[in-house]
T-cell receptor
Framework: AQRVTQPEKLLSVFKGAPVELKCNYSYSGSPELFWYVQYSRQRLQLLLR??SRESIKGFTADLNKGETSFHLKKPFAQEEDSAMYYCALRRAAGNKLTFGGGTRVLVKP | GAGVSQTPSNKVTEKGKYVELRCDPI?????LYWYRQSLGQGPEFLIY????????DSGLPNDRFFAVRPEGSVSTLKIQRTERGDSAVYLC???????????????FGPGTRLTVL
């Protein structure tokens, strides 16, 4: 069975500081990894996925199969980045998403 | 265009009662998912429909939970004999069909907050 762990429940950083959200997973096969974000009073939405290797809103994430990690990083946090962030995994041939417990990011002015 | 919609947005019921939660997916999306999010946790998968059939119901916690999608569009999640532990936000998501080797983004609805007193 697959599992996703986000060790930090809350990350508080100042505007302009770097932010890194940790995500570790356990899965024996080839996973697909995603980051979802939920801004205040909005619905859950996809932020980025490992397969596209893109930067969205300044965020990047690299899949490290050796360390089974998919950490989310942004070099300069903005106040509008304050939100709940969820790391999620899907089996390569599967459909359902397995989510981590989420990390709340608070960017202070 | 319109996104995934869910009704009601809030539902308060008493222990032992029956509830139905509705999901309207994005038009043309053949795949539909239900997730449950308890307080302080991430969403947990319940069931996945491809068209009218439940392709994967491995996440349903017990036989009090049932979901249908009779015409391949709207889906209803049904919970019998509700318990206080069923209190959570129930999320619905839809996507285009998953092509072999490809990915189709799951678009989430706003959720239904169920409170069982």
């Amino acid at each position: 069975a697959q599992r996703v762990t986000q060790p930090e429940k809350l990350l508080s950083v100042f505007k302009g500081a770097p932010v890194e959200l940790k995500c570790n997973y356990s899965y024996s096969g080839s996973p697909e990894l995603f980051w979802y974000v939920q801004y205040s009073r909005q619905r859950l939405q996809l932020l980025l996925r490992h397969i596209s290797r893109e930067s969205i809103k300044g965020f990047t994430a690299d899949l490290n199969k050796g360390e089974t990690s998919f950490h989310l990083k942004k070099p300069f946090a903005q106040e509008e980045d304050s939100a709940m962030y969820y790391c999620a995994l899907r089996r390569a041939a599967g459909n359902k998403l397995t989510f981590g417990g989420g990390t709340r990011v608070l960017v202070k002015p | 265009g319109a996104g995934v919609s869910q009704t009601p947005s809030n539902k308060v019921t008493e222990k032992g009662k029956y509830v139905e939660l509705r999901c309207d997916p994005i038009s043309g999306h053949t795949a539909l998912y239900w997730y449950r999010q308890s307080l302080g946790q991430g969403p947990e998968f319940l069931i996945y429909f491809q068209g009218t059939g439940a392709a994967d119901d491995s996440g349903l916690p017990n036989d009090r939970f049932f979901a249908v999608r009779p015409e391949g569009s709207v889906s209803t999640l049904k919970i019998q004999r509700t318990e206080r532990g069923d209190s959570a936000v129930y999320l619905c998501a839809s996507s285009l069909s998953r092509l072999a080797g490809g990915y189709n983004e799951q678009f989430f609805g706003p959720g239904t907050r169920l409170t069982v007193l």
